[in-house]
């Protein structure tokens, strides 16, 4: 086990970068450099743009510089000196930073010296270069990054880094990234024909058929099992009064993420979480204590704004449909609704194929609504609850919703990568911004509780993760096209479509290639589309009424009947 923290190294592994680049660049401008999951960035303002035939170079002066075995010396600088060398440096970047500091109170700033360079920076770092492995990290890519994530600020150039503790796990990594990239969803969305992504519409997805049958299967699997759990079905406006935002919490907490729009001169915001109109439909009625638990579920559309840098396919969009529910409750059923959530989220991602998952209990963040005293029971209930059901959970302090403590589901695909879907958050703050009230037995108002909560988190975005997870080859169920029928030659069409028909009036999806290509190309085309069944229709097949049956998991599975088939699809 490595001695030294591995973020360190990464942080580490940005100055050697950020050094070599200087050492390129000497009018470089920089700006930051940290250590993220599995390796590091740093952003520059260069005199030329980056080409990929940069990095190897950089990669080179990078290995000098560990190899040599420089010391990180840390020096601690007066705000005024450090302010006047940066000046003096033409270090902007660096001088707004350094201002930042001087506004918030700081007298004195630290820099680390690495033989030559010297960059601002609090730390920490290796003692000494040779401490970092020079094959244990890689150069990745180069992207652009506005400075402080802000479109109005010049646009930077980002320079991307992995790095680990040894060799074998940057190879692991790497081998790991490669196999994602021959399931990345944009490039299956495309070529199943599933969804695209056009310039009039950044961030939208536009749906296709095939997609469309993809959500349809997903959205009845998800109504069936709500229903089945007692969760009545609503439906919300996506423009809602601007003031129901400000009551909300939204306009203080979230204003930066959402839309806006005028009707009638009055001021209107789409929405950006389903919660706002869900209370409304709460407040329509008063409500008895017989009555609840009251569990709203909605499959509603939100829109956030997302800056254009960080869209990515189904996985970062500025449009999906969130799969909400609201749980009003009582005091008393607070840990009962709130195992029931835990239990149908582990059921529906076992029928998805998700079984190793872990759990992340975030609590109250630096801007929130509600008392203290709200946000103490509500986190003390949540931890309670993750012990007696013996969830594989950590804290994660500071990151719960503005407004409650949540449970965070970190689901892990086929190939190792972890990501994060269902939530559940316990919330006393809203009930009480929206006077919310139900009678109780005695014949007094109380305040309900509610249960924020999804499984399947943003629709499209699970959409995304299903298909990575299962490289496009999705479950039969789910599968947009189940069985591919492929007529050898012309005059076995007509009994292909009669068939198609056939299979269709069971509930199969099927689809007929009688394109004019060879049967050897239409199996390779049917295989590309991982339709899960292919049927290949000859003369034989019509004369003894038997259908020769490829699988796309299993290949040859020999002759069938039609109902012998049906039954194969259908279990």
Not at 134 to 139: F, I, M, P, R, W
Not at 395 to 409: R, S
Request: aromatic share 10%.
């Amino acid at each position: 086990m490595s001695k030294v923290n591995i973020e360190t190294k990464r942080h580490s592994y940005s100055h050697v970068l950020a050094a070599a680049v200087l050492e390129m660049f000497p009018e470089a401008k920089l700006a930051i450099g940290p250590a993220i999951e599995n390796g590091f960035y740093y952003d520059f303002d260069l005199p030329r743009t980056l080409i990929p035939e940069d990095l190897p170079l950089l990669a080179e002066k990078m290995q000098k510089i560990i190899k040599h075995g420089f010391a990180f010396e840390k020096t601690e600088v007066p705000i005024a000196d450090a302010l006047a060398e940066a000046g003096k440096q033409k270090q902007i970047y660096k001088a707004e930073l350094i201002e930042d500091l001087a506004a918030k109170g700081e007298k004195t700033v630290s820099f680390y010296r690495l033989d030559g360079f010297v960059d601002l920076c609090a730390g920490p770092h290796v003692e000494n270069t040779k401490e970092l492995d020079e094959k244990a990290y890689k150069l990745m890519s180069i992207a652009g990054a506005y400075w402080r994530g802000s479109e109005k600020n010049k646009m930077l150039q980002r320079i991307y880094g992995v790095a680990f503790d040894s060799k074998k796990e940057l190879d692991e990594y790497l081998e790991m990234q490669e196999e994602a990239k021959k399931r990345d969803h944009r490039k299956l969305g495309t070529e199943l024909d599933l969804f695209s992504f056009h310039d009039e519409g950044p961030g939208f997805p536009f749906w296709h058929p095939k997609g469309m049958v993809l959500r349809e299967q997903l959205i009845n699997y998800w109504k069936t099992e709500h229903k089945a759990a007692g969760y009545e079905e609503i439906n919300t406006p996506i423009i809602l009064r601007e003031e129901l935002w400000h009551q909300s919490g939204h306009w203080d907490n979230y204003k930066n993420n959402m839309y806006f729009t005028k009707i009638d001169g009055q001021g209107y915001a789409v929405k950006p979480m389903n919660c706002p109109g869900g209370i409304q439909v709460y407040k329509n009625t008063l409500h008895s204590y017989r009555e609840l638990p009251l569990r709203y579920a909605e499959l509603g559309l939100v829109h956030r704004h997302e800056l254009s840098g960080v869209l990515h396919g189904l996985f970062r969009a500025r449009a999906f449909t969130q799969d909400d529910a609201h749980i009003y409750c009582r005091e008393d059923q607070i840990k009962a609704e709130l195992e029931g959530v835990i239990r149908l989220i582990e059921k529906m991602y076992a029928r998805l194929g998700f079984i190793d998952y872990h759990v992340e209990l975030s609590t109250r963040p630096d801007k929130s609504i509600g008392t203290d005293e709200m946000w103490k029971h509500a986190e003390e209930t949540m931890e309670v609850v993750a012990k007696d059901l013996k969830l594989n959970f950590q804290l994660n302090p500071g990151d719960g919703a503005f407004y409650g403590p949540k449970f965070d589901f970190h689901i892990k695909d086929s190939i190792g990568r972890t990501w994060q879907c269902a939530t559940v958050q316990l919330d006393f703050s809203m009930p009480e911004r929206f006077d919310l009230e139900y009678v109780d037995e005695d014949g007094s108002r109380k305040r309900p509780v509610m249960i924020h909560r999804t499984v399947l988190g943003s629709l499209e975005r699970f959409i995304g993760v299903l298909l990575e997870n299962y490289a496009g080859a999705l479950p039969t169920w789910l599968s947009p096209i189940q069985v591919a029928l492929l007529p050898v030659a012309d005059r076995h069409v007509k009994h292909c479509e009669t068939l198609a028909i056939e299979l269709e009036k069971t509930g199969v999806r099927t689809s007929l290639d009688d394109s004019k290509e060879s049967v050897g190309k239409k199996i390779r085309n049917a295989e590309m589309q991982k339709a899960p069944f292919m049927l290949v229709v000859g003369d034989k097949e019509i004369e003894s009424g038997k259908l020769s049956v490829r699988s796309y998991a299993d290949g040859d599975l020999g002759n069938m009947t039609t109902a012998e088939l049906v039954k194969k699809v259908q279990k």
